[in-house]
């Protein structure tokens, strides 16, 4: 099954390439809530949503770009979570950081998750318990890494001050920043070792990255220490949180 998502996130990709990559201006649609959209979010999402249904159509399917209403998923145990383009802003500035994201959530947890960065051709994926990094057409197991100082990952795109408050009651430490994501994944990978979120996160922003770090051996708790939860309710968004190796 994760080779198949893989692949799927893979075809999702190229999609995505094809408009990153074109000749013409980038066509942006603003949504309700003021974030952008484009020709590449809609593509991914029917090659992604068209893959999972054929194969797990028992398994509904909960994307960033068609979210059911909520008399529809308020009863769903298991389902997939998909953010067909996560980091729309870095794909507008054609800065490479933006990811494919897509994740099954078993009873309120990231079971499977993965994360396809088609520009860096960098692909994270996990599953019962292990997570892995593909590159160069090379796949190696990934795990969390303690390091003196710590490195803080931190959102590219989306500052507060209370981010920069923490981060100066945090003690010694280094700061590095990147889109989407790949926050998680450079936590899983022992490149990072804390990447703090105090503004605001829809659940397919963080499922499959969750899923990357948590079996990589990562903490993603809120801050009041419980693990961040995707059992279904009426709001998409999530508590603040951190991701950290304890």
């Keep these: 099954m994760l080779d198949k998502i893989c692949q799927l996130a893979r075809d999702a990709g190229e999609a995505i390439m094809q408009v990153y990559e074109g000749a013409k201006p980038?066509?942006?649609?603003?949504?309700?809530?003021?974030?952008?959209?484009?020709?590449?979010?809609i593509a991914a999402h029917a090659i992604i949503v068209?893959?999972?249904?054929?194969?797990?159509?028992?398994?509904?399917?909960?994307?960033?770009?068609?979210?059911?209403?909520?008399?529809?998923?308020?009863?769903?145990?298991r389902y997939w979570l998909v953010d067909p383009l996560d980091g729309t802003k870095e794909f507008i500035k054609r800065n490479g950081e933006f990811t494919?994201?897509?994740?099954?959530?078993?009873?309120?947890?990231?079971?499977?998750?993965?994360?396809?960065?088609?520009?860096?051709?960098?692909?994270?994926?996990?599953?019962?318990?292990?997570?892995?990094?593909?590159e160069c057409g090379v796949r190696k197991q990934i795990q969390v890494r303690e390091a003196r100082p710590p490195l803080v990952v931190i959102s590219r795109s989306h500052t507060d001050n209370e981010l920069e408050e923490y981060?100066?009651?945090?003690?010694?430490?280094?700061?590095?920043?990147?889109?989407?994501?790949?926050?998680?994944?450079?936590?899983?990978?022992?490149?990072?070792?804390?990447?703090?979120?105090?503004?605001?996160?829809?659940?397919?922003?963080t499922a499959a990255g969750h899923a990357v770090a948590a079996a990589a051996g990562a903490h993603v708790h809120d801050w009041q220490g419980k693990p961040l939860?995707?059992?279904?309710?009426?709001?998409?968004?999530?508590?603040g949180f951190r991701v950290s190796l304890y």
Aim: charged share 20%; glycine share 6%; with cysteine.
């Design 100 to 134: 494919v994201n897509i994740a099954l959530i078993d009873h309120g947890k990231p079971v499977l998750g993965v994360v396809y960065a088609p520009a860096l051709k960098v692909l994270y994926s996990a599953a019962e318990g292990k997570a892995w990094k593909e």
């Design 26 to 41: 980038m066509e942006i649609i603003s949504k309700s809530d003021d974030s952008p959209v484009t020709a590449a979010d």
């Design 167 to 205: 981060l100066q009651q945090l003690g010694d430490h280094q700061t590095t920043s990147i889109g989407s994501s790949l926050k998680f994944c450079l936590v899983a990978e022992g490149e990072a070792q804390l990447y703090p979120r105090f503004g605001p996160t829809n659940i397919w922003d």
């Design 50 to 77: 068209n893959g999972l249904t054929a194969l797990t159509p028992e398994v509904p399917v909960l994307s960033e770009e068609d979210p059911p209403a909520w008399d529809v998923r308020q009863g769903w145990q």
């Design 229 to 239: 939860d995707y059992t279904p309710r009426e709001s998409f968004l999530n508590p």
